[in-house]
């Protein structure tokens, strides 16, 4: 049947739900939570070449999200990203960064990255992370 949705006390909008069992868990999207800030910049780009005998090109970035709880209470975080995926045993792709993600290849999906934590009340916190892409020289990379 159809709900209400509030969010700290407030009506955000409606939504339904399907037949569930007793006990039954199911998640409701409540859309942007304009209580959470989040910045996205990139920190870094190179590219550049490798190697003496035998070239290598290689693409990196570096990357910083900014997020701040700006609720009274604490919540639960989940930052998703991606990174390049490679089809291609030659091409080879590194995850740099102080910031390693929580967990990769989100929903059997390659090269999508998260990041789960909990933000106090105007706890503020910043994650950096970044890839290297290397590919021979020779060769040209496209990405899709």
Do not use: C
Not at 42 to 63: H, M, P, Q
């Amino acid at each position: 049947g159809t709900v209400s949705l509030f969010r700290d006390g407030t009506f955000v909008g409606v939504g339904d739900l399907p037949v569930l069992s007793p006990g039954e868990d199911h998640e409701l999207g409540f859309g942007a939570d304009d209580q959470v800030r989040v910045r996205h910049a990139i920190v870094d780009e190179k590219l550049g070449e490798t190697g003496l005998i035998s070239s290598a090109r290689t693409d990196s970035r570096n990357f910083r999200i900014t997020v701040k709880n700006m609720h009274e209470r604490a919540v639960e975080l989940v930052v998703h990203d991606q990174i390049p995926a490679s089809a291609n045993q030659e091409i080879k792709v590194e995850l740099v960064g102080p910031t390693g993600p929580t967990k990769k290849d989100i929903d059997d999906k390659r090269g999508v990255i998260s990041f789960e934590t909990q933000l106090d009340p105007e706890e503020e916190q910043v994650i950096e992370f970044g890839y290297r892409v290397i590919w021979p020289g020779a060769r040209t990379i496209i990405y899709r």
